[in-house]
């Protein structure tokens, strides 16, 4: 019997041994003979992956050619999937990247840190807050995605941290290393590192950094040194909120943009003309040809050379802009503590914005080092008053008044009202600022008196007024290309948004600037730039051309007209004398009357409530030179006081304007950039 299966097992050992001869003996027939070519070909196969190289964005120049915004050379650090060790081997993935993340620490260098977790001070793992990531929600969102840890939403931080340790192999760090280095593998899976998609890990390190990299290949394996042109600023602090940032795309923007050719490393405009520009200022991106052969050598070739992007001319003028935003910062610190303002100056005859100030502002060099300190301050540094501030406009918004009441025949230039300081409709009282007596339509502009607009305003009716304010860009945007609000134009229509009633005494109030009136600085300007030029309403713009990196041609913006009023020259005639007489009587003149050309302006004033304490925002709208108009500003301060107290930073911009000019023809002629 013990033979017997003895015997058995002996056959089968023998079967099993004729199979595997066979099974081998064909596999061999297969490779060497009945498909040899095919194994020949696989053995000697060459990969070749295609590589993005970014281009250098384009620069921002002034009117006359000044650089504004340009590049400079730096250094990035990137990891090079051609190099790097396998995604199946993490402890050598890991060596390499704790090597580098002391290499980072001892020459103080910054580098990524997308993973939103972050070890607390009781030593529990915690995700990040606002504090550390503004967008912390999104990208809390993005790590427990399917991509990344794969984790439900109600996960815990401490479970995104598990999850890590797994997925990296990080079991043998303590936290705070496993961290460190889980965070540099957690962005080489965020940006989708491959080959043909290098990863930044490190931008704009030092000389003494890049050395010890590329002198140490073995300890930074895959790590390599990519020259990057990192955005330059001739003086950061000037016209900020019109220039804007740039920053890496995020994943959103990635997940839209990807089929136009955006990479997940690329930079792209966030704000201001850097994002209203971004297709101009992008460039074309090159390409490089990267090949690996079967005994892993690897050879890179550029198959197309990037293209800069286009040269972007602004409208504004560098030097006035200097002065304005100077001149701003100087009246608003000497307003008081929380005094903060908006300043506009626009050629009336085009749209174009020469200058647009802001205070307070900010320095793009440090917008992202000290985003957490801007984006506290109470005075909002950030926020972009000229274009986004909507006040009510007081006494400037009159000019307004007298040109639909004189054009709709409701008024003449001999018409008077006398002013005894109040004014009565139906039960309600309003009050004017002075006790004036009889005055006409220039008079009233001149004197500011309520009550020859109170009067106004009864023989117009609110439809008519509402017909002219839309005329003038009343409640509406002026076409600029950043953001900005189209402010709010009061009457019925507006009031029936929000189921209320309009009242016999809103069109009082509405006919001095009050009311649910509220105009931005920009709004101010081109208004103002209306009246002055005889009733044209130019769309503005701070784009003046485009010129092509790749053929030097110049694309000019053009002037855009958005409404002709129709209002005849009689009208602004009249409406005008009023306004020179408060540049040669009222408040400015002081400031204005020691200017080389004449102007014409109208002051407002609206009150706000600060702290519980009460205050008036100052307005002025202002144009030069009388006689020809060709530049109107419009100028705010919170908490001013009173419109003459922004005067003086208008008078430094006619000033600066009209330099060495006594002909007051124009004194700033715009140059053309050099091919």
């Known amino acids: 019997m013990g033979n017997r299966y003895k015997s058995s097992r002996t056959a089968i050992a023998i079967i099993l041994a004729i199979a595997t001869f066979l099974g081998f003996g064909y596999d061999l027939y297969d490779i060497q003979i009945k498909n040899n070519e095919y194994y020949v070909a696989q053995s000697s196969a060459v990969q070749t992956y295609t590589v993005s190289i970014e281009a250098a964005r ?20 990137i990891l090079d999937a051609a190099y790097f060790p396998s995604a199946k081997n993490n402890e050598a993935r890991n060596a390499i990247v704790i090597n580098l993340i002391k290499l980072f620490n001892k020459n103080k260098e910054e580098y990524v840190h997308n993973l939103p977790l972050k070890i607390g001070k009781n030593g ?110 001739t003086d950061p602090s000037l016209a900020a909120h019109i220039i804007g940032t740039v920053r890496k795309i995020n994943a959103e923007e990635y997940a839209e943009l990807k089929d136009s050719g955006y990479g997940i490393n690329d930079e792209i405009g966030e704000s201001g003309i850097e994002k209203a520009c971004e297709a101009d200022l992008r460039g074309t991106p090159g390409e490089k040809t990267v090949t690996i052969d079967a005994e892993g050598n690897v050879n890179e070739t550029v198959t197309k050379e990037p293209v800069q992007g286009d040269t972007i001319v602004l409208t504004i003028d560098k030097d006035m802009q200097k002065i304005a935003e100077k001149k701003l910062r100087k009246i608003c610190l000497k307003t008081s503590g929380v005094a903060t303002g908006a300043v506009v100056v626009e050629d009336v005859h085009s749209g174009e914005i020469l200058s647009a100030a802001n205070y307070p502002t900010f320095n793009l060099d440090e917008y992202y080092s000290d985003y957490q300190k801007l984006a506290s301050n109470s005075k909002k540094p950030l926020f972009n008053r000229f274009a986004m501030s909507a006040f009510a406009p007081g006494s400037t918004f009159k000019p307004l008044m007298a040109v639909a009441g004189l054009e709709e025949g409701k008024i003449t230039k001999d018409t008077y009202f006398y002013c005894n300081h109040t004014f009565k409709i139906s039960d309600m ?27 106004t305003s009864q023989r117009l009716g609110i439809d008519l007024m509402n017909k002219y304010g839309k005329m003038f860009g009343l409640g509406q945007k002026t076409g600029v290309e950043i953001p900005e609000s189209k402010g709010i134009m009061a009457g019925p229509e507006y009031r029936k948004k929000f189921d209320m009633v309009w009242r016999p005494g809103d069109t009082v109030q509405c006919s001095i600037g009050q009311s649910d009136n509220l105009l931005t600085p920009l709004q101010l300007a081109n208004y103002c730039a209306t009246i002055a030029n005889g009733g044209t309403r130019y769309k503005t713009h701070f784009v003046k051309s485009k010129i092509s990196s790749a053929t030097g041609a110049v694309n000019e913006t053009g002037i855009t007209v958005e409404e002709e009023t129709g209002v005849s020259q009689k009208t602004f005639d009249i409406v005008k ?68 107290s922004t005067a003086e930073i208008t008078a430094a911009i006619i000033d600066y304007y009209y330099s060495n000019n006594d002909s007051e023809e124009k004194a700033q002629t715009d140059s053309s950039l050099l091919p």
């Open 124 to 233: 529990k793992v915690k995700f990040f807050t606002k504090k550390d990531d503004e967008n912390f929600e999104s990208a809390i969102k993005t790590m427990k995605s399917k991509d990344m840890f794969n984790l439900q939403p109600y996960a815990t931080a401490q479970n995104c941290f598990d999850a890590m340790v797994e997925k990296y192999g990080l079991e043998r760090y303590d936290a705070k290393t496993a961290l460190e280095i889980g965070n540099i593998r957690y962005e080489l899976t965020r940006c989708l590192f491959s080959v043909s998609n290098p990863v930044t890990i490190a931008d704009d390190v030092s000389d003494k950094t890049v050395a010890q990299i590329k002198e140490n290949k073995t300890n930074y394996r895959g790590a390599d040194v990519q020259v990057v042109a990192y955005r330059s600023y």
């Open 429 to 455: 009282t309003f009050k004017c600022t002075g006790y004036h007596g009889g005055l006409n339509v220039e008079g009233a502009l001149e004197h500011s008196c309520n009550i020859f607009f109170y009067n």
């Open 577 to 644: 004398s009023g306004m020179r007489r408060v540049s040669l009587y009222g408040g400015p003149d002081r400031q204005f009357n020691k200017l080389k050309v004449k102007t014409a302006c109208k002051t407002g004033t609206s009150q706000v409530v600060v702290n519980g304490v009460k205050h008036n925002n100052g307005f002025l709208i202002t144009f030069a030179p009388y006689d020809n108009p060709e530049i109107s500003i419009g100028s705010s301060i919170e908490t001013a006081g009173s419109g003459s």
């Open 58 to 77: 384009g620069e921002i120049v002034d009117r006359n050619g000044n650089v504004l915004v340009t590049n400079r050379k730096g250094n990035s650090i």
